[in-house]
């Protein structure tokens, strides 16, 4: 097994690796020994190319939910099956940010934030849950989680997906056919799809101008899904009333972009569901376990698909 992080330090990944099984053969890139010793890899954001050195891969992992770090790589070694991870820990952690920013909104904390700095003492009185409809974009794991814990607060919520999706208590759209129906009655949007060719760039001028005037973005997916100019003008406009991003096309997002600045949009540093070793690592062990044994992966993704 190949841990290969190159932008953070791999310690608590071998922590919890080795707490698994203290019998692990377990390299950390670039030590990575005997290339053709290499069956599995662990990785996030891998320098492009390096990955078809191994030429016995049986199983490449993502250490996050998305694997779009891996796919951009043109040299991935075909017919190697790539593995996600799917954990109950970041599930949550995702629903939670999303709620707490549809409450962010709904409480009216994003206007209170405006008008602290002209000590503007103004009570506002809240959204009321039942007449806000939020539209959630992915229905994988994540949206339906988030749904659902939505709807506890008693949100009325809906989702859309590429393909149709049958969740109890929750109206679906799915496909480009659908979108305009699903945006026309988003109140808020909260992206969670995959980023994939076809979603690149989907939260852009005409999504924004579908929906109803003062809806609310919410964008915890990947930050190329997002049209920033867009989204700007759409501010500025004033036909949307704000957006809470935690993902951005360029991170760290720089000091001299115009997020910072902007009222209407609250920033988070791309922490809304972080991957936790420890919870983690008994699912990675297990696959490594299964590929060395002649066995599939678990949570395997459709290449052709990108999730």
Not at 7 to 13: E, T
Not at 81 to 95: K, T
């Amino acid at each position: 097994m190949l841990l290969m992080t190159p932008k953070s330090k791999g310690d608590a990944w071998v922590k919890h690796l080795r707490a698994q099984d203290p019998g692990l053969d377990l390299r950390v890139w670039p030590e990575t020994g005997p290339a053709d010793e290499i069956e599995f890899v662990l990785c996030w954001k891998h320098p492009l190319g390096e990955l078809k050195k191994f030429r016995n891969l049986k199983c490449i992992a993502s250490l996050g939910f998305g694997v779009d770090h891996i796919l951009r790589d043109p040299d991935v070694p075909p017919g190697v099956p790539i593995a996600r991870l799917v954990d109950a820990f970041m599930i949550h952690a995702m629903s939670e940010y999303v709620l707490t920013a549809v409450l962010y909104h709904t409480r009216q904390f994003d206007l209170f934030q405006q008008d602290k700095p002209q000590k503007k003492w103004q009570a506002r009185i809240p959204l009321h849950p039942q007449n806000v409809r939020v539209g959630i974009m992915g229905l994988g794991h994540l949206g339906v989680d988030a749904a659902q814990k939505l709807r506890l607060q008693g949100f009325q919520v809906s989702g859309w997906s590429r393909t149709v999706k049958h969740v109890e208590g929750l109206t679906a759209w799915a496909g480009p056919d659908a979108m305009e129906e699903f945006l026309a009655q988003a109140d808020v949007l909260v992206c969670l799809l995959p980023l994939t060719r076809e979603t690149q760039g989907i939260l852009n001028r005409r999504t924004f101008a579908r929906l109803p005037a003062g809806a609310y973005i919410i964008n915890a997916a990947r930050g190329e899904h997002l049209v920033e100019e867009d989204l700007l003008t759409a501010l500025d406009s004033g036909h949307l009333s704000g957006a809470c991003l935690d993902v951005f096309r360029e991170e760290p997002l720089p000091e001299s972009h115009p997020f910072w600045n902007h009222p209407r949009i609250t920033i988070t540093p791309h922490s809304a569901s972080l991957t936790n070793p420890k919870t983690v690592a008994p699912q990675l062990v297990e696959n490594y376990r299964r590929v060395h044994s002649g066995l599939a992966p678990l949570h395997v993704i459709d290449i052709e698909k990108g999730y």
